[in-house]
């Protein structure tokens, strides 16, 4: 079955970049039309996508984090991994991988739009 797995530092210092690979099982992350994305949610939040890498290799990222975000992939490894640059205490958040079903994801996460998730990973920003 399909499965998707974050892993990472659960530290990060503030200024430093964070950086999260999900690893996915079961199925490729070159098949057709899925969307490989990233979402958080910080506490008392809602969950906020953060962006994709899409079955092609295209990018998309949120507006709001598009400066400091960049999503790539290894196909050979079957994974994808999140960069987070110049992170604050702000962006202390359950960090989740997921597979998306279209490429135009609403920033405030609709949870129809996506069909697996990994476990999710708490990322804390101190220092």
């Known amino acids: 079955q399909v499965q998707l797995q974050e892993s990472g530092p659960g530290l990060v210092k503030p200024s430093q970049t964070l950086s999260l690979t999900c690893t996915v099982s079961?199925?490729?992350?070159?098949?057709?039309?899925?969307?490989w994305s990233w979402i958080r949610q910080s506490p008392g939040k809602g969950q906020e996508f953060i962006g994709y890498?899409?079955?092609?290799?295209?990018?998309y990222y949120s507006p709001s984090l598009q400066s400091r975000t960049s999503i790539s992939r290894d196909t050979s490894k079957n994974q994808f991994t999140l960069q987070l640059s110049s992170v604050t205490p702000e962006d202390t958040a359950v960090y989740y991988c997921?597979?998306?079903?279209?490429?135009?994801?609403?920033?405030?996460?609709?949870?129809?739009?996506?069909?697996?998730w990994g476990q999710g990973t708490q990322v804390t920003v101190t220092s």
């Open positions: 079961g199925v490729s992350i070159t098949s057709f039309a899925y969307y």
């Open positions: 890498v899409g079955y092609t290799g295209s990018t």
């Open positions: 997921a597979r998306g079903l279209g490429p135009f994801p609403s920033l405030v996460v609709v949870s129809s739009e996506y069909d697996m």
